[in-house]
């Protein structure tokens, strides 16, 4: 994906409005203008209330058509205005990932009853009583639905576990019990197992839930005339499965057809374990870069800049990541809040948007705003996505070469010879470095387009300029409009 660039179209806090849908449609072409190449949607299916943000899945065949959940409509539209919303995407060559909710389901139509064990919440292998009957939310038969677009009805089997007793009004982690059932293998190994995460815990080793969300993953890719889906939460989930579905959908939409995963772990060497177990056909988002944006905002000059790469996916994998500042699960009050300090994030962004490797995705909230307040950013990534469009080419040279101040050059390509910047960022005081930009550049002038620096550098006769940051800041240098 050529200079592509990913936007995640939302944030934890979203009005329950049933705008959203709208509001993309109307932005689809400010976005193809700005080099937006793909949008990432949030849950499109009904969840077990319509101020959910979707991940409390209900049903994943309602996408906003049927009078379920006391709405039609989802907290972000109708199935109509959804299909709109893509077309006029598509209209703009923006591709559409759908966020694919696949580990659990909630809000059941009724309860039943079954024999289940209680286990330990940090050692999930660990029974703290035998087995017992409970009663649980487990029996999902979409009355408002019926049996359009599929016939399949959820029972306990086709769960693995629950988080409530509701016989005994008892909170807990309930693993069931029956023929074949365990906690699912090739998920990640924190809490000693953990495939359970939330209400109740789709069973990927049950074969005919297998078939069903094979089925759905085709299903919606053909209904939505989907480029892609991001799979969510898939550390807690069978890879086996993960693996099996993407090929699934892949035989009936191509080979084109995009996935990232969210496996969300601050550990290369567990992301390397997951890709190859998922023989490599899955991009994942770059958890260990986010960390690393974080640590060093909440360290500020004390943080060694020259770290700012180190154990990323992008390095490792470069092809394969999705790099990211902030999204809806680290940004303030959500469950994995981590959320990237405003003094760093232009940097964090600079480095993203401009460096050659890795897929960049733009958080909603870091560019429209959170709960309806305007982003201090947006300015600043209006500027890095045009200058991505128009310089961010060819091959890259690194400078991570000083504990607080570090840069790259890009040298341009064939295709833009014209092109090529040089990156710096600081996190301590001014600096300056001298890097070179090549022979061909002599005697050009460049100057810093986020307006952070005033001068102007010329560009030796070895192909070299020494360019300066401000502390705390980014600069990004290219050459003068004059000299175009």
């Known amino acids: 994906m050529k200079n592509g660039v990913m936007l995640q179209y939302f944030e934890w806090n979203m009005p329950n409005t049933g705008e959203l849908w709208k509001e993309l449609k109307r932005d689809a072409a400010h ?35 049927f009078d379920q959940k006391g709405t039609v409509r989802t907290k972000y539209g109708t199935k109509q205005e959804l299909h709109e919303m893509i077309e006029e995407l598509h209209k703009y060559q923006i591709c559409v990932y759908l966020d694919a909710v696949m580990n659990h389901k909630a809000g059941a139509d009724y309860t039943e009853k079954f024999m289940a064990r209680e286990v330990c919440p940090e050692q999930r292998e660990e029974a703290k009583t035998e087995p017992y009957e409970i009663e649980g939310w487990t029996g999902f038969d979409f009355p408002g639905r019926g049996e359009r677009y599929s016939a399949f009805k959820w029972h306990w089997y086709h769960f693995s576990g629950v988080d409530y007793d509701v016989s005994r009004k008892k909170e807990g982690i309930f693993q069931i019990v029956g023929e074949g059932k365990a906690w699912s293998e090739g998920v990640d190994g924190e809490n ?10 789709i069973d990927f080793d049950h074969p005919d839930v297998i078939q069903e969300m094979k089925n759905w993953g085709i299903w919606v890719a053909r209904e939505l005339n989907l480029d892609g889906m991001r799979l969510d939460a898939i550390k807690h989930i069978n890879d086996l499965f993960v693996k099996n579905f993407l090929e699934a959908v892949r035989a009936d939409q191509g080979d084109q057809f995009y996935a990232v995963g969210e496996y969300w772990k601050n550990d290369k060497e567990t992301l390397d374990e997951y890709l190859s177990h998922v023989e ?31 154990d990323t996916l992008v390095k490792a994998h470069p092809a394969l990541a999705v790099t990211f500042v902030d999204n809806h699960d680290s940004q303030k009050n959500s469950s994995l809040e981590s959320q990237v300090k405003d003094w760093f994030k232009p940097l964090a962004y600079g480095l993203i948007l401009l460096q050659k490797e890795g897929y960049p995705c733009v958080f909603y909230g870091d560019y429209y705003g959170v709960k309806g307040v305007a982003s201090p950013h947006h300015k600043i990534i209006d500027i890095l996505l045009e200058v991505r469009c128009k310089y961010a080419y060819g091959e890259q040279q690194d400078y991570f070469n000083h504990p607080s101040t570090v840069g790259f050059v890009r040298m341009g390509d064939e295709k833009h010879p014209e092109a090529g910047l040089a990156l710096l960022l600081s996190n301590g005081k001014d600096g300056e470095k001298t890097m070179n930009v090549g022979k061909k550049r002599q005697g050009e002038i460049w100057y810093e387009v986020t307006g952070n620096r005033s001068e102007k550098i010329t560009i030796d006769a070895e192909g070299n300029g020494t360019f300066p940051v401000s502390g705390g800041k980014l600069a990004v240098w290219v050459k003068c409009e004059e000299n175009l």
Not at 193 to 198: G, I, K, R, V
Not at 288 to 308: C, I, T, V, W
Request: hydrophobic letters at 35%; charged letters at 25%.
């Open 280 to 310: 490599y056909k899955i991009d994942l988002f770059d958890v260990p870069l986010h960390y690393n944006f974080y640590q060093a905002s909440q360290e500020g000059e004390k943080f060694d800049m020259r770290e700012l790469l180190k």
């Open 192 to 201: 000693g197992n953990y495939d359970f995460l939330m209400c109740a815990d």
């Open 31 to 65: 976005l193809h203008d700005i080099g937006v190449t793909s949008v990432w949607i949030p849950p499109a299916y009904k969840a077990h209330e319509q101020q959910d943000e979707g991940y409390g899945t209900y049903d994943l065949y309602d996408l906003g058509e």
